[in-house]
């Protein structure tokens, strides 16, 4: 076992460890009060340094996607597009597919959004973020509510449970409205296939636990070009258009 793994499996037992420890009750308000505060001065940071940066699309994707690979150039010239299309980007901050959409940003000059998270093996935002746009959260949830309260759309490549907890947030947010029916993008039909067919079998016609219209919250496409030409579908039926 790498030195690495075994600082993560110490660092979870810690954290179980942790949950069950006895405290009393100044403890606790210490502790807590001090959370609430650190929570509080995210939100600050987010909503004074995003209130103003104009229509962006939010690009999802895993963290492990190598710069040579196929999805990398499709996060990149996907971003590319969207700026020359009049919008920003907006990613999680990291490497990976994040790495490819601020890329693409930043060669067309655009707004190169990066909202990072403080992790053991993630500790820092990818170099083509606009320094005045970068901001660290520790909180997943505060960073959460940065992605959906500042995107006009999302589009979503391939990833692991952190995609997959984006993608399912803006779902489950735009379904209940609590946020506008912006787009949702899944590209690349390989491998998203077998998710939506599970929830068209599974959810929707075996157990009934979603509507039929449900299904129409995502456009599956499988290039930069047809994502973008959602995109730009959406905002033309409004009459709206990227004000850069």
């Known amino acids: ?34 959370v609430i505060f650190k929570v509080i001065s995210e939100f ?18 895993s963290a492990r996607t190598p710069s040579d690979h196929p999805h990398y150039k499709v996060a990149e010239d996907l971003s590319a597009k969207l700026v020359r299309h009049g919008y920003g980007v907006i990613t999680g901050g990291g490497p990976g597919i994040m790495e ?15 909202l990072c998270i403080k992790l053991p093996f993630e500790a820092k935002g990818n170099i083509y973020i606009d320094p005045d746009k970068m901001i660290m959260f520790d909180y997943f949830f505060v960073r959460k509510v940065m992605f959906t309260k500042y995107s006009q759309g999302f589009v979503v ?10 993608l399912f947030e803006a779902m489950t947010l735009i379904q ?16 998203w296939s ?12 075996q157990y009934n636990y979603i509507n039929s219209e449900d299904l129409d919250l995502f456009i599956l496409v499988d290039d930069a ?20």
């Open 1 to 34: 076992m790498s030195k690495m793994s075994n600082n993560f499996d110490e660092k979870r037992e810690e954290k179980i460890r942790k949950a069950f420890k006895e405290r009393d009750w100044n403890e606790i308000k210490s502790t807590d009060s001090w």
């Open 225 to 244: 070009t047809e994502a973008v030409k959602v995109i730009d579908d959406f905002y033309g039926k409004y009459l709206l258009t990227p004000n850069y």
């Open 157 to 166: 490549l391939p990833g692991g449970f952190g995609t997959l907890d984006e």
């Open 194 to 205: 077998g998710l939506m067919d599970w929830i068209k079998s599974t959810l929707l016609e």
């Open 44 to 61: 600050v940071e987010g909503f004074e340094k995003l209130s103003k940066i104009g229509p962006c699309v939010s690009v999802f994707g």
């Open 100 to 114: 490819a959409a601020n890329k693409g940003a930043a060669s067309e000059n655009g707004r190169s959004v990066g």
């Open 176 to 191: 209940t409205i609590k946020i506008g029916r912006f787009p949702i993008v899944l590209v690349g039909k390989e491998y």
